[in-house]
């Protein structure tokens, strides 16, 4: 009596691990992952907001994100932050665009278009993968915010 009842337990569990696998494998391979792009500058205050806010979201919601802060210009404390949650095990890269984008070039990037030509060098220079769904945000913009998914 005893052997029948176990033999029935382990049933249901192997049935219940095979789903989870099944489940597991499944969902990997057809979603693309989120690659959220911060434009941050020497005004960013919000920054460290915006990354603990971004990565609790995705962290509840079970996504898997990828986030880049392009410098243009951040300050030492903004580094610092990004550094920080590097050194905590969050992935957060940083990366310098160079004399390629200034400051100025933010207010008109929305109506001529840079701002797609931004993710194509992204896209170019091994930043962002094809398999990814890219979003570039300007945390100075407001209007850029909206494109947070919170």
Known sequence: M?????????????AALLVHVIFRFSR???RAASHYIFIG???QRNMEWHLRTLHSFSRWMGKSIALTVID???????RAIVERWNYSGKKVTLHDMGSSWSPA????????GEASQMMW????????RE???AVLIDLQNPADLS????
Do not use: H, T
Not at 2 to 14: D, E, M, R, T
Not at 72 to 78: A, M, Q
Not at 105 to 112: F, K, L, P, R, T
């Open 2 to 14: 005893l052997g029948i009842l176990l033999l029935v337990i382990g049933c249901y569990a192997s």
């Open 28 to 30: 990997g391979g057809g």
């Open 41 to 43: 500058d020497q005004r």
């Open 72 to 78: 243009r210009g951040l300050n030492e404390e903004s």
């Open 105 to 112: 070039d933010a207010a008109e990037a929305e109506g001529n």
């Open 121 to 128: 060098q992204l896209k170019a220079q091994g930043i962002i």
């Open 131 to 133: 398999s990814e769904q």
């Open 147 to 150: 494109k947070m998914p919170f």
